[in-house]
């Protein structure tokens, strides 16, 4: 496997710059010829990059703080690290967002889809699930519909549950939900169409955001998973993803 072309990016912090200018004095970069995206940052620079739907595998390396979908960085022996290590496929979720003008913005998100109040008002929000309507008025900070690789980000820290990454399922978790009180969101066959309409966008205005992508203003948000996209990540046998989420579902 030493015939594995890599080509290298890397976020704009002087430490990945730096770390990108010394893998490519080792590695050559192949560039339009490479079989691996070695992609060197943060979870957000990586997030960023699957953005763009590179069609390489990546090979993410940690240069953030927390890197949850990346490997630790070990400069020495990188093709074999990288030629050894396991894939896995994850299918992003759709958002079309139609804002207060009319316009629509169609956005793909690895994590999350998530809606915020803008203004100190409560958003109030109507949840409707494959066309049958659910909630009537959500009353809430906002609510976010993520993926089982989302789920131990924001999700985890709005309470929502850890999905493991074979699941088929989606998260639907409100953060800071007023009322209803008790309502802890719910779990969606990954085929669900969920569809999130604002009421009086006006005086309660509501941001969406497609992982680090937002869109103001928004009248209602369309969220579905593209079955038919997926992005290869690959991930050291001792670091998957798989396992990573299994252990957090155990973390005291």
């Known amino acids: 496997m030493s015939s594995l ?5 890397a976020s704009g912090t002087a430490e990945a710059q730096e770390t990108l200018l010394k893998l490519q004095a080792i590695y050559p970069d192949s560039g339009s010829d490479a079989d691996v995206l070695v992609c060197i940052g ?25 890197g949850f979908l990346l490997n630790p960085f070990v400069p020495e022996g990188l093709v074999e690290r990288v030629a050894h290590a ?46 049958t309507p659910r909630m009537e008025a959500l009353v809430c900070d906002g609510i976010l519909v993520c993926t089982p690789a989302g789920s131990t980000a924001y999700n985890l820290s709005a309470h929502g549950p850890i999905l493991p990454l074979r699941s088929k399922l989606l998260g639907l978790t409100p953060i800071s939900a007023f009322r209803p009180r008790r309502w802890r969101g719910a779990l969606l066959p990954d085929d669900s169409k969920v569809t999130l309409r604002i009421t009086d966008p006006t005086k309660r205005p509501v941001s969406a955001t497609a992982d680090s992508t937002e869109v103001r203003d928004v009248s209602e948000v369309h969220v579905r998973l ?27």
Do not use: W
Not at 5 to 9: A, E, Y
Not at 230 to 246: C, G, S, V, W
């Open 86 to 131: 396991r894939s896995i496929s994850i299918h992003p979720l759709e958002m079309r967002a139609v804002d207060t003008n009319g316009g629509e913005h169609k956005i793909n998100a690895l994590n999350e889809v998530a809606l915020f109040r803008q203004t100190r008002q409560a958003a109030q929000i109507e949840i409707e699930i494959d066309d």
């Open 226 to 252: 593209t079955k038919n996209q997926a992005q290869t990540l690959l991930f050291d046998p001792d670091h998957h993803l798989e396992e990573r989420i299994m252990q957090e579902q155990f973390q005291e």
């Open 5 to 9: 072309r890599l080509t290298f990016c």
């Open 42 to 66: 943060g979870d957000g620079f990586l997030l960023e990059t699957l953005s763009n739907a590179p069609k390489l595998p990546v090979y993410g390396v940690n240069l953030g703080t927390v």
